[in-house]
């Protein structure tokens, strides 16, 4: 969360000449490239390139150490701020004309340069160079003394291997401080794409089949099998298994013996099982029992184990509503079967698993694209932390390059922003964006009316509620919402500022819905 610790920041700059920024001499490859981060970016900023020094030489901003000369006053600031919390925690401290930048880990100090890029006027709202907003900015030194600790320790995002332009994905996730990318399949090949920003890679997927009933011991021990195989080939440092059952509703066990099992208890005693199985082969690893289509309800019988973890998947959630809001009737029974399951686990041990950043979900129920509804997203994250949850991810398995080429979507930005920091103002947020990206703060009426026509249609089960699809309120605000846009799109002069007003009509108009397209 981004605690300030002091009243204001003095906003003194120094001359546009080049400064220096000082390493330890075993920096390690994610703190050099905080460093080469910093130097690109300045460099952009209209600023001399800043060179890179070898402590005990001395410069003008330290990255990943303290001078040695630092004061006792800024030592114990940047000390004390940072025992005892989370790894990806940093501070950006000002001590004796000099800025410190540091992290409770190299990927921390990471985090510390690309807040201090921020502080700067440097923003990310998606991927892709052509989407960052640099301004011509002087470097500041002076006035900094702040620690930043992330509302979540796990924030992350699936995608497959293969999306298009995927390394500007992850170069976007690691500026916007996400823990990692999760990849769904053929691990090896984005592991070392995303290892080398900073991020945590891990292994998220379908890999068991369908049938769990416990008297089927021939299809136990086909499991087992298949589970040594394919985790013998995964790093050793993998100790948290995210192998899911299959993508479909599972049916009861027809054996007698266990006709009082819910599928859930099917599941979670094959959980069990598979994980005894790899602590034979990895001692001390953890398996995650998916709540998902079918194990939502909680299981009757069967209990949770000191190596199991829950992932929850609330893939049917409506995405009109929060869910803490009572109004919606599918998020009641989702959240009331979740508390169940979370009392059972454990918050420390949950992993929530969303859907926000999923467009082959809403593609499916046709109707727009990413949902824009803030305040609901906000008020999910912000449950989650309430309830002491410490890990949170999302699909986005299909948004990639082509996706950002045709639409401007704020959800890809706010997700990340709120799992760093659950406090943040989203309309504040919004409010710049609109000014920063599109250079016209009156865009946030476009926006608005999107929200307001998002909350009319409900998309829940995967499928849309067309109830309000022909309303005339409906129609109204996102027939508003496009004309305001083109108006937008024909004020704007440059290349980018038109294509930028481009994707938002696009993004507008993708609410319109064919008569074709599923309702409930």
């Not at 981004?2 to 490859?29: M, N, Q």
């Not at 490239?33 to 003008?60: F, I, K």
């Amino acid at each position: 969360m981004g605690l300030k610790l002091c009243s204001f920041i003095l906003c003194a700059s120094i001359s546009r000449a080049g400064i220096s920024i000082v390493l330890d001499p075993h920096a390690t490859p994610v703190e050099r490239l905080a460093a080469s981060e910093l130097t690109s970016y300045l460099s952009r900023m209209g600023n001399e390139p800043p060179v890179t020094a070898w402590a005990p030489q001395t410069g003008s901003i330290y990255l990943g150490l303290l001078p040695a000369d630092i004061d006792a006053d800024s030592r114990h600031f940047i000390e004390h701020s940072l025992a005892g919390q989370d790894a990806d925690s940093f501070v950006l401290r000002t001590a004796n004309r000099r800025l410190v930048i540091y992290g409770n880990s190299p990927r921390a100090s990471l985090y510390g340069a690309y807040q201090y890029l921020q502080s700067l006027g440097v923003r990310w709202y998606y991927p892709g160079e052509d989407n960052e907003v640099v301004p011509n900015a002087y470097i500041r030194i002076e006035g900094y003394s702040v620690r930043h600790v992330p509302s979540f320790h796990k924030r992350g995002i699936i995608v497959f291997p293969n999306t298009q332009g995927l390394d500007d994905l992850i170069a976007f996730a690691a500026r916007m401080k996400l823990l990692g990318l999760h990849s769904s399949d053929g691990y090896d090949a984005a592991a070392k794409r995303i290892e080398a920003r900073g991020m945590t890679a891990s292994l998220e997927r379908h890999f068991f089949g369908d049938n769990f009933c416990p008297d089927d011991q021939a299809q136990l021990e086909r499991e087992r099998k298949r589970l040594i195989d394919f985790a013998s080939q995964l790093p050793s440092d993998m100790h948290e298994f995210f192998l899911w059952v299959a993508d479909q509703f599972l049916s009861p066990c027809a054996s007698p013996d266990y006709a009082g099992y819910n599928v859930s208890d099917l599941v979670l005693r094959f959980s069990k099982e598979m994980a005894r199985t790899l602590d034979q082969i990895r001692p001390g690893a953890r398996f995650a029992f998916l709540s998902y289509l079918s194990t939502w309800d909680p299981p009757k019988f069967e209990k949770p184990d000191g190596r199991l973890l829950l992932e929850w998947a609330p893939i049917s959630q409506s995405f009109a509503y929060s869910f803490v809001d009572k109004e919606s009737v599918v998020n009641t029974q989702l959240r009331t079967n979740f508390e169940k399951q979370l009392h059972m686990f454990g918050p420390g041990n949950t992993q929530v698993l969303g859907y926000w950043l999923d467009d082959t979900l809403f593609s499916r129920a046709h109707y727009g694209k990413l949902p824009y509804n803030p305040e609901a997203l906000k008020s999910d994250l912000a449950y989650f932390r309430h309830l002491g949850i410490p890990a949170v991810t999302t699909f986005g398995i299909m948004t990639g390059r082509d996706y950002f080429l045709q639409h401007a979507s704020p959800s890809v930005f706010l997700y990340p922003a709120l799992l760093w920091d659950v406090t943040a103002d989203t309309r504040s947020v919004m409010h710049e964006y609109c000014r920063t990206y599109f250079g016209d703060e009156k865009a946030m009426a476009i926006y608005d009316l999107i929200a307001d026509a998002d909350r009319m249609v409900t998309v829940e089960n995967g499928r849309i509620g067309g109830e309000n699809l022909n309303a005339p309120a409906f129609l109204e605000k996102v027939a508003r919402a496009a004309s305001l846009t083109t108006a937008l799109l024909e004020r704007q002069t440059s290349p980018v500022m038109r294509a930028r007003a481009a994707r938002l009509l696009a993004e507008v108009v993708s609410r319109y819905v064919e008569e074709h397209g599923p309702r409930n």
